[in-house]
């Protein structure tokens, strides 16, 4: 696989990918949160292209924040305990790829390095 830095978000309170959740991502350096780029999840949860392409991706923290509250009110929940999840990790090696699945309820979320 290419390198760089893509996600997944997928419901597991409808079984499925999660359509329409804003991804945010930062790069963390000195105290300071440097906001790189944006994107909104497809309707297989992904986004469309990486969030850091081969010629981007260097080493550092980052951040990635999901706008899981936005993505449950549109869908009429009753109730949402989450409305941001910020996921922070680390990027060693920029020869590798990345990828951070997010697996969401209304109250609760998982994260792993995923392939």
């Known amino acids: 696989m290419t390198a760089g830095l893509t996600t997944h978000v997928l419901d597991t309170s409808r079984e499925g990918p999660a359509e329409g959740v804003e991804v945010t991502l930062f790069r963390l350096e000195d105290g300071d949160r440097e906001r790189l780029t944006a994107a909104t999840t497809n309707p297989d949860g992904r986004v469309d292209e990486p969030l850091l392409g081969v010629d981007d991706i260097e080493a550092g923290t980052f951040e990635l924040v999901f706008e899981v509250g936005d993505y449950y009110r549109e869908r ?6 989450l409305d941001e999840v910020p996921v922070r990790f680390v990027i060693d090696d920029p020869t590798e790829h990345y990828h951070v699945p997010l697996l969401l309820s209304p109250g609760s979320y998982t994260t792993y390095r995923g392939s």
């Open 76 to 81: 009429s929940a009753e109730s949402t305990f």
